[in-house]
């Protein structure tokens, strides 16, 4: 059964750091791109980092870091000097190529972690 799921959300100061985890099952991680998502209260979910099959990366948010471990079938998803406008629930999903982040580009998503970011 196709899986993914987030794990390392949390409650952080403005200015603290935290890691995401996207750990993935049931197909062949290696083939694909993984792509990171948020979406806060009331808004549309948006793109924010996206790392290929070739371990080509982008980010949005130059504070975010994008990597992944093929040997753990995880991405991972560093960010750093947070602030509060990032809190949002975060998404990891599986593409094809890392060709932007339309949503229709994405075609299994996991069920989202909490990153709340508040002093």
């Known amino acids: 059964q196709l899986q993914l799921v987030e794990s390392g959300g949390g409650l952080v100061q403005p200015g603290g750091s935290l890691r995401l985890s996207c750990a993935a099952s049931?197909?062949?991680?290696?083939?694909?791109?993984i792509g990171w998502f948020r979406q806060a209260p009331g808004k549309e979910r948006e793109g924010v980092s996206c790392i290929s099959s070739s371990d080509d990366a982008d980010s949005v948010k130059g504070r975010f870091t994008i990597s992944r471990d093929n040997a753990k079938n995880t991405v991972y998803l560093q960010m750093n000097s947070l602030k509060p406008e990032d809190t949002a629930v975060y998404y990891c999903?599986?593409?094809?190529?890392?060709?932007?982040?339309?949503?229709?580009?994405?075609?299994?998503w996991g069920q989202g972690t909490q990153v709340t970011v508040s002093s």
């Open positions: 049931g197909f062949a991680f290696d083939y694909y791109a």
């Open positions: 999903a599986r593409g094809y190529y890392c060709s932007g982040y339309a949503l229709r580009e994405y075609d299994y």
